[in-house]
């Protein structure tokens, strides 16, 4: 279990820990010649059942409440100090409104200096203590919303039930440092609070908060912090983030022993190979591979403090902090009005400097002057969208988000994500393995499909899709009565342009397989519908068709044919237009149409020089001496596949798109 301090300046937490451990935790020789703390101290004290409880001493200066949050961000209990003879004091409040916009639901009070006050002080000071926790009861926002427990039995002599008590009924511990009254009552509490702590969840990959990194000679670059997830063993390669630089684990320290590997809920010490000192920072992370998706935008929801005495409004500038990183950002509310103190709202964060997290993760929002504290945060999306962040359907994913079980999450997702759930980002926003994964998508009913990416859909919008098509194709057949119907890339901007192409394939072959519709070359249409020329028309075409024919690579123009048949240009131009509506040719340029069985032979030749090529790639020029043409019919040759979809375009390349059923 790991105890994290907190409290006003000079109230005794650090010789409190000194008194619970026998450790200094004031590690700076600037701390012990002024006597105050400023950074982050740490002790460990061995129980006699092998655990080890691990303490965070935060220093109590206003000035440094950063340091106080790089340390508090991941503990396990709360250990608030309050000096008998100051009783409650500006950081008393804060450190405390910190803590429960943080979650920490468990902790107990040292009443320290008790020594130097009398009983009346001591009940005096406890009363306000118990009327400041129920003051701030509400400053606490949980997702998981747990029911409430009992109350504890009397003041210091707590019996421990399987469930720790509520911070809000934590005990209250009069102590002396200097004469050690109360030590040994608050040590035993500790004590048997850690052994209904739990083991946290190790599912997901592994992540460490760095909140301090040095050099020990003959073993190189050291870092510590609080390991939120997932476990690492010697010789596991990670990666510091948001750098992006890979890394070997050479040793572990977990809870101040030498270890084979860490886990979730330990402080660990982490010795790392290709890493110098100056390549790593407090703040950064250390985790899989996997994980490492640096962001300056987070969606999250937020609570502003009921303290406060103006509403949040949007674009408001703050200081970001979650774990050990900190950075400048503003907020954009996802809603018109601004926050009202006391009140929640969805919000995207924009922040000055990248970081990483994943769902769930806990933040703190303090003013840009460092002066106070605004409000606390979730994080629900690590990868939100720059553009439509207010939407309905972006509203309605963030609420899956806020869901507390895994499970539940994945099914609101697939519930209101008609275009499918990208199941790899779900699990890096969840931070879940593929086993986790696996287990999840094996309780619920989906249609799974790789394309690219791995999707989801719920069943229901799985034949949605496949009515849309249908009714897509209708409406097309009503509209332009004299077309054939729509190419499959047509189909898909219309009926879901947010889809991959290997899904929307997916979708047309298995609606044609079911006869709810038909393909005629690259043309999609309505079982039975056909297009068929007036009889004059019938006879103009069986005299032009054959001119298509004689070139199919390099055929005429509307303006040659006109010419060489002496016809009226506006005559042949409608012509063509309707045998192409009727999927007999393709326009590929400006007055230019080609056979289809032309075009399927150029098809065929572009697989050909794909194929042939090392990395899938074709040149305009390679093509042109494919076909036989000139280089700017191949250009437009070239132009018009990419345009329905059957190549892609990659600057002057061009690549064969797999997913495409247009040939």
Known sequence: MIIGTAGHIDHGKTALVKALTGVDADRLAEEKARGITIDLGYAYMPLLNGEILGFVDVPGHEK????????????????LVVAADDGIMPQTLEHLQIIKLLGIRRGAVALTKSDLVSQDRIAQVSADIRALFGGTGSEAFDLTRPHPNPPPSGEGTVELNSTAPELANCPIFPVSAITGNGIRELWAYLEKASTVNGTKPNHGHFRLAVDRCFTVAGAGTVVTGTVFSGRVAIGDKLMVSPSGREVRIRSIHAQNQASETGMAGQRCALNLA?????????????????????????????????SETKPLRHWTPISFHLGAFRASGRIALLRDEPLEPGDSTLAQLVLDKPTCAVNGDRCILRDTSAQRTLAGGIVLDTQPPMRGRRTARRLAILSAWEQSDPQTKLQTLLAVSPDGVDLKSFAVNANLNSVNLEGLCQNLILRRFEGGKLIAFAPEHWTQLSMAVVETLRREHEKVPDSLGLNAEQLRLRVAPRLARAIFTQVLTETLSLGQCAKDGSWWHLPGHKIILTEQDEKLWHRISPLLLASPFQPPRVRDIARIESLDEAVVRKLLIQVARMGQVYRIAHDHYFDRAAVAQLADAFRSLAQASSDGLVTA????DQIGTGRKLAVHILEFFDRI???????????LREDSLQF
């Open 621 to 624: 020029a390679k093509f042109r």
């Open 64 to 79: 440094f409440i950063h340091n106080m949050l790089a340390g508090v961000t991941g503990i396990d209990f709360a250990l």
């Open 645 to 655: 979809g059957f190549t892609r375009r990659l600057g002057d390349l061009h690549r």
């Open 274 to 306: 290709h890493m110098e000192k100056q390549d790593i920072h407090r703040g950064d992370w250390i985790l899989n591979p996997t994980l490492h998706l640096p962001t300056h935008r987070l969606d999250v929801r937020i609570k502003l403090l009921a």
